[in-house]
Nanobody
């Protein structure tokens, strides 16, 4: 199970830090990711942290602004979001995958566990 938190209302240019605590079968070998779904939009990939290697991957629209990190001892993945823009407004979901090939790491179909989502609203 995944439990996301940390969303809220922030002004453009501000920062938020999302957290996602994993429990149950999720382990340090899992790939952990963040997706988001804006109003009237498809759910899209934001960032991922691959298990074991810890390699990170980002969507082009968040590079340089967002940072994904994980604390395996706490089974928690974080998303530090800086220089937020109104277009970042969305429900943010954390996800976990027990096995994902690198070429599919940005596909939501690669993830078999999902959190409930946390709302991020960025005002202009």
């Amino acid at each position: 199970q995944l439990q996301a938190s940390g969303g809220g209302l922030v002004q453009a240019g501000g920062s938020l830090r999302l957290s996602c605590a994993a429990s149950g079968r999720t382990s340090r070998t899992y790939t952990l990711g963040w997706f988001r779904q804006g109003p009237g939009k498809e759910r899209e990939f934001v960032a991922a942290s691959r298990g074991n290697s810890g390699s990170t991957y980002y969507a082009d629209f968040v590079k340089g602004r967002f940072t994904i990190s994980r604390d395996n001892a706490k089974s928690t993945v974080y998303l530090q979001m800086n220089v937020l823009k109104p277009e970042d407004t969305a429900v943010y979901y954390c996800a976990a995958s027990s096995g994902v090939i690198l070429s599919s790491i940005r596909s939501r179909r690669s993830y078999n566990y999902w959190g409930q989502g946390t709302q991020v609203t960025v005002s202009s």
